[in-house]
């Protein structure tokens, strides 16, 4: 049930591009996108409904593509502030389900 | 300022000794929720609340109480505590719950159960 993320891991030079892709084996209402730094609290970046809407956040933005329920977040010129452990959500029946996140490092 | 509180934001208990995490919101949210964090695991969801009195289970419900008397609290209610409930828990609140809102998280519970 728990959508699988890839990659786990990625590093990055500042500047450079990512893609964190998040795939699910069930049917979807939506698909949510949170970042979270080491200590604090998830915050919420984006959300997409059917339709396979994109949506962007500063230099962020994702897609949705619902018959392969699949979403891909894509992180543009990476800034330093952009580190973090990145988790998709995603959304059945009044439940939202998490991923296992995709830790995200930029290097100056 | 729009915001979930939590209390206390660290706790070390034995087990066995009853706790209350408090949550409370001041958006006038409808959906509030309690997760759990573990190394390798993300976030798994304990329970939710689509509104006053009407709760349900999430994906990890065994060893959890809540309740929703009033619109703005959630408190989460552990009986007996075990060491496998040592975790980071965060409460969470959106407008709705069928997913077309993002939620907001608070700052988070850090819990040692001896």
């Known amino acids: 049930q728990q959508p699988v993320q890839s990659p786990q891991a990625v590093i990055l030079r500042e500047g450079e591009d990512a893609v964190i892709n998040c795939s699910s084996s069930k049917a979807l209402y939506s698909v949510h996108w949170y970042r979270q730094k080491h200590g604090e609290a998830p915050v919420f970046l984006m959300i997409?409904?059917?339709?396979?809407e994109q949506k962007g956040h500063e230099k962020i933005s994702a897609s949705f593509n619902e018959k392969k329920q699949q979403s891909s977040l894509y992180l543009t010129a990476s800034q330093l502030s952009y580190s973090g452990t990145y988790f998709c959500?995603?959304?059945?029946?009044?439940?939202?389900?998490f991923g296992q996140g995709t830790r995200l490092t930029i290097n100056p | 300022e729009a915001q979930v509180t939590q209390n206390p934001r660290y706790l070390i208990t034995v087990t066995g000794k009853k706790l209350t995490v408090t949550c409370s919101q001041n958006m006038n949210h409808e959906y509030m929720s309690w997760y759990r964090q573990d190394p390798g695991l993300g976030l798994r969801q304990i329970y939710y609340?689509?509104?006053?009195?009407?709760?349900d289970k999430g994906d990890v419900p065994e060893g959890y109480k809540v309740s929703r008397k009033e619109k703005r609290n959630f408190p989460l209610i552990l009986e007996s505590p075990s060491p496998n409930q040592t975790s980071l828990y965060f409460c969470?609140?959106?407008?709705?719950?069928?997913?077309?809102?993002?939620?907001?998280f608070g700052p988070g519970t850090r819990l040692t159960v001896l």
């Open positions: 959500g995603t959304e059945g029946a009044q439940k939202l389900v």
């Open positions: 609340s689509m509104n006053v009195e009407v709760t």
């Open positions: 969470a609140s959106s407008q709705s719950g069928r997913g077309a809102d993002g939620q907001y």
């Open positions: 997409l409904l059917k339709g396979g």
